[in-house]
């Protein structure tokens, strides 16, 4: 069977195929976070603060994105999540219609791909993410994406290395996380006056790096006290591929449809569910 080396560069190639181009959107500014720490915060400060900003985004949906890819145009895209792992992402073009679906619910995760040869919906279970199998294809799981929004959760009994000072502003914080396939490790980069992760990183049980992402330009909610960042650039180096994600407004805690639907693996017709860990995929 021949399919997506990666989820990456399947969405490079169907972009540049597409040559659909959106006009990149410059991000509205807004209220700034207000300091959080007024001096260098310990471990538990920090978890502290990381934590109740996430509490505080429990549904988060978007209508005005776009994604870029490197060397190829945008696509425009609708994005939602509801904490801890549902996700959905769809990127699409005003003449083709939708080109990526990608996503996940409590259950599992998948990727479609109008041109992926040959046309398939590819899934896996959230315990197969480190799956050396689904590796080779999606290099990061979807929902991933919800923690590159800087909706990280820590848990107060893991033990952290740092904070350490890392550039102006700035402190970084590293934990280790067991998987069924060895343990990963993940780095955050910290405001250190505001709390805003402004960097995360994944690396393997080789210590290889997976996937990294930055946040930008922020803008604090004064409703649900939230700050939430409108630009994420993501890099996914074994891909060789970055792409960035630009969003214009957010609708906080309130989503625009009915769950249940908007998280399900769709069914599209001629594109049948193919399971990454029972599939020879190329």
């Not at 021949?2 to 959106?22: D, E, I, M």
């Not at 904490?83 to 959905?88: A, G, K, N, W």
Request: with cysteine.
């Amino acid at each position: 069977m021949k399919g997506p080396r990666t989820l990456l560069a399947t969405l490079l190639g169907l972009l540049l195929f597409a040559g659909a181009s959106c006009p990149r959107r410059v991000v509205p500014t807004g209220p700034v976070a207000p300091i959080v720490f007024q001096a260098t915060p310990t471990t538990a400060q920090i978890i502290q603060v990381v934590n109740q900003n996430t509490q505080r985004i429990a549904q988060l949906q978007t209508t005005d994105a776009t994604l870029d890819v490197v060397g190829a145009p945008s696509l425009r895209a609708s994005l939602a999540m509801e904490r801890p792992q549902r996700f959905r992402m769809i990127a699409r073009t005003g003449i083709t219609g939708d080109e990526v679906d990608v996503g996940s619910n409590d259950e599992y995760f998948w990727f479609w791909a109008r041109r992926a040869s040959p046309p398939a919906v590819y899934y896996a279970r959230h315990d197969q993410t480190y799956d050396p199998r689904v590796q080779s294809v999606m290099p990061i799981a979807p929902h991933w994406l919800v923690e590159a929004m800087g909706l990280v959760w820590l848990d107060p009994n893991r033990t952290y290395e740092g904070p350490f000072p890392r550039g102006p502003n700035q402190l970084e914080l590293r934990y280790v996380e067991p998987t069924p396939y060895g343990s990963v490790t993940k780095l955050l980069v910290i405001d250190a006056q505001r709390g805003q992760i402004s960097h995360l990183a994944v690396y393997g049980p080789n210590g290889q790096l997976m996937a990294a992402a930055n946040c930008s330009n922020f803008q604090y909610d004064p409703v649900s006290l939230a700050w939430l960042p409108r630009q994420i650039d993501v890099q996914l180096p074994e891909a060789e591929t970055q792409l960035t994600l630009t969003v214009d407004n957010y609708i906080i805690n309130q989503l625009q449809a009915d769950p249940a639907q908007l998280f399900s693996m769709p069914s599209i017709p001629g594109a049948p569910p193919v399971n990454l860990t029972e599939a020879a995929v190329n």
